[in-house]
């Protein structure tokens, strides 16, 4: 039986780095018998400006809740009307909600998991070079972000007496339910990792999950805190770190080292994997997993950069990370070794062409030595096919 994979292309470069995430999840899939039934669904800015109505078909949330996985690229467009932002919708929200925060919200999936890794031969991003100062092996955590509530949860508001917007609300919203589904998420993570073998902080080996907070602040923070110690009763062999996040952010710049597993409340999360994104070589290089009980979606965490869609320019890699995360968790969750392996060498021939300096994309190497976001995905394709043939 084929799995019902749906790939949410989206917008800008979106479709062009979905195309090379799929050229290479055909090169692992064929040879190792995984057959793939796949639904793919526009979405996005662009479609909502040619349908007018929805920013993807009506019957998308049924499409995607039958899937067995989802790929999404990115959404986001230029607003045609030149106000600077993107084009949003008749209720305001930004064209390309639906398929990103609604299927989080839909489908539940409250956990976004985002691997920090930095692969050899890869630069970090600070001060715009292209300079290494750690060791790959010295940034190597996962933040996970609570996905469905937090400043996000769509409760806010504004005010526009004679149509004119003159209050806007946002409110924050912690549940103990979310908070305890994440955290225990997180204490799970840091826990397989280290049966796996490839866990610990890279200072000291140490099995650590740090909660990243504003508790001397925020209510919500102070909840969190509660849920985290409570939680963190049950794996006593796990340390359990507190971080408040204006601290946290110089903290992970300057000794990412430290950090195994971090968690954190959704819009913190937001900010600080950015960040964390320029240890890893910047966000061509990031990958988010938004994960629930029953379904994920997996994606690059960057937007559909519409500067640059139609180039063939941006870097597929976080596109094709996003494919070989999608490929261990549902490895993981129908017990096929096939789906694993196919992941495994993903991931090997990322490492190789990484390692090899070339074709890599602007962002990695430079303007002058800069390969094609399909001539990466080609190469990549074809050190991974080779793994599994
Ligand atoms: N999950 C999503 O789909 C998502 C996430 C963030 C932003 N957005 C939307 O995307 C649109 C553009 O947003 P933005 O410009 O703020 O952020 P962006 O991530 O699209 O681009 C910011 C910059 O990051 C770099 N970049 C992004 N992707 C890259 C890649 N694959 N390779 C190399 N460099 C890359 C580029 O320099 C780009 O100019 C907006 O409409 C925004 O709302 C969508």
Redesign the pocket.
Known sequence: MPYKLVTLG?????PE?MAEGLKVLDAVSKPLGIEWDIDDIPCG?QYYLEHGDLDWPADSPERCAASDLIL???????DPEGTG??VLMRDGK?A?FSP?IGNRMRLNLYANVRPIKLYPGVSHRIHGGHKQIWEPGKVDMVIIRENTEGLYAPTGGKLSPGGVADVAIDTRVITRRASEQVIRHAFELCKRRGEQGHGGAPKDGKLRVTAIIKDNVLHGCQLFRDVFFEIGEEYPDIEKDTAIVDAFTQWLIGQPEYYDVCVTTNMFGDIVTDLASTLQG???MAV?ANTGKDHAMF??????????AGKD????I??ILSVKEGLDWLGARKGDAALTRAAAAIEAAVIEVLEAGKPL???LVGNEAAAKCSEVGTAIATAAGRRVS
């Open positions: 989206g917008d800008g470069t979106g780095v800015g999404l690229g990115a959404v986001g467009w230029p932002g993107p930004m390309g990103v910047g966000m061509g988010g994606e690059p965490i960057h937007g559909s950069a519409p500067k640059h320019k941006v870097n597929p976080a596109m994309t602007y962002d």
